[in-house]
């Protein structure tokens, strides 16, 4: 379970490279998919170029909310301000969503339309487009992925998905334009509603993440279960009586009660508790702050 520490300059100095490569990829993608597809006569395409536009937002959501997320704690937020990490993943979740539904009305009132014939073919151009999309977002979503969990950074990770659920778009734009091009104008305004859907999960699994870290969540039984067997590896500790754990941002808060022989002096007992306290410390960076409570046990 052994990790690297990230210092918090670190922490914000990576996560502002990957934001920084992120919103120039995105800029430059969604103004190319953009006007591929109006000189293509493609609604997929546009669809496709208002969720990387989306992204180039979202992005910097991120950035802000890791930006607060690194302060040092103050009198008023003792506890640090990781949460703010959180927030910038609810708001781009939202974001995300409303984006979603604004492409799924629009493919959904050309789907019920009927007028299919008056919809227009997409060019070549658009189909290009699409693949080179596919192409550019798998491979930043690789690269936002590795820095995630580098950093540890739920935004950032949330920014990841993103560029996977604008890959998944774009397949659904190179098939409904595709289809478009063999003869079925409709497929181009269905690849619009695939496109909606795509988006509108990738909004729910990033909504559902965040608010899992603020509401307390507990983490999740491999790390409870490695944490329990840290505790036991002291010779001194009887028994576990109480072992809760509780995501706060990106990091972890501990709450643990042991026993130890009750014949032991305080200053024997407070011993061990440290001893306990320093190792989980050392092989669980993650966790941020840990409360080790003694209670009397019999040999």
């Known amino acids: 379970m052994e990790q690297n520490r990230i210092t918090e300059r670190e922490f914000q100095r990576v996560a502002n490279k990957v934001s920084a490569v992120t919103i120039a990829e995105n800029a430059i993608l969604s103004l190319g998919k953009l006007i591929a597809g109006i000189v293509g006569h493609s609604g997929a395409m546009i669809s496709d170029a ?52 604004s492409i799924g009305y629009e493919a959904l009132k050309n789907i019920l339309g009927g007028n299919y014939k008056a ?22 979503f690789w690269y936002t992925r590795h820095y995630a969990k580098k ?24 098939v409904g334009i595709g289809g478009a091009m063999l003869g079925f104008p409709i497929m181009d305004s269905i690849a619009s509603l695939v496109i909606f859907l795509f988006i509108v999960k ?66 024997k007992a407070h011993d061990i508790a440290e001893e306990v306290h320093d190792e989980i410390e050392k092989k669980f960076p993650k966790i941020k702050h840990i409360m080790v409570h003694v209670n009397p046990g019999k040999v």
């Open 50 to 101: 208002v969720h990387s536009a989306s992204d180039v937002f979202s992005t910097i959501v991120v950035i802000i909310g890791i930006k607060f997320a690194s302060k040092e704690p103050d009198k008023e937020h003792p506890y640090g301000h990781e949460r703010m990490e959180c927030v910038a993943a609810l708001i781009l979740s939202v974001v995300l969503f409303i984006t979603g539904l």
């Open 119 to 140: 919809l227009e073919i997409p060019g070549p151009i658009a189909l290009v487009a699409a693949v080179i999309s596919i192409i550019v977002k798998e491979v930043m």
């Open 202 to 267: 990738a909004a729910y699994d990033i909504f559902k993440d965040a608010i899992d870290k603020m509401v307390d969540h507990s983490c999740d039984e491999k790390t409870e279960a490695e944490l329990a067997e840290c505790i036991r590896e002291n010779p001194q500790v009887l028994g576990i009586d109480l072992l809760h754990t509780r995501i706060f941002g990106n990091k972890i808060y501990v709450d643990i009660e042991i026993e130890v022989d009750g014949t032991y002096t305080l200053q």
């Open 151 to 174: 950093i540890d950074s739920s935004a950032l990770m949330a920014d990841a998905w993103h560029h996977r659920s604008d890959a998944f778009s774009s397949i659904g734009a190179l």
